[in-house]
């Protein structure tokens, strides 16, 4: 039965190595090269959400082939402007360690 409450959010929704059409969600501009569970959690407790369940031995529904992951969170706003949020975390983080 489907959970109206929650929203899941995957990694290669923010992954800039797949295309728009196998899954990615934001541009190109707003993902990173191979982002970590660890570090989607962490942008989004900076974006001010609290992930509930995490799944690393999962498998994206569009590359059934490659082991994905996923956070759970509960859902305060539509999810694109989660996702949008959870981005811009992602990418300043993944600047600030390159720099």
Request: hydrophobic share 35%; charged share 30%; net charge positive.
């Amino acid at each position: 039965m489907k959970d109206y409450e929650h929203v899941v959010v995957w990694l290669d929704y923010f992954n800039k190595n797949i295309t728009k059409k196998m899954g990615r969600r934001v541009s190109r501009e707003k993902s990173i090269f191979d982002p970590s569970l660890n570090e989607l959690i962490s942008a989004a407790k900076a974006a001010g959400l609290e992930p509930t369940e995490t799944n690393d031995q999962v498998r994206f529904p569009r590359r059934p082939y490659v082991r994905s992951g996923y956070i759970t969170l509960i859902k305060a706003q539509p999810k694109s402007k989660i996702i949008s949020a959870i981005s811009e975390k992602l990418v300043s983080r993944r600047a600030k360690q390159t720099k």
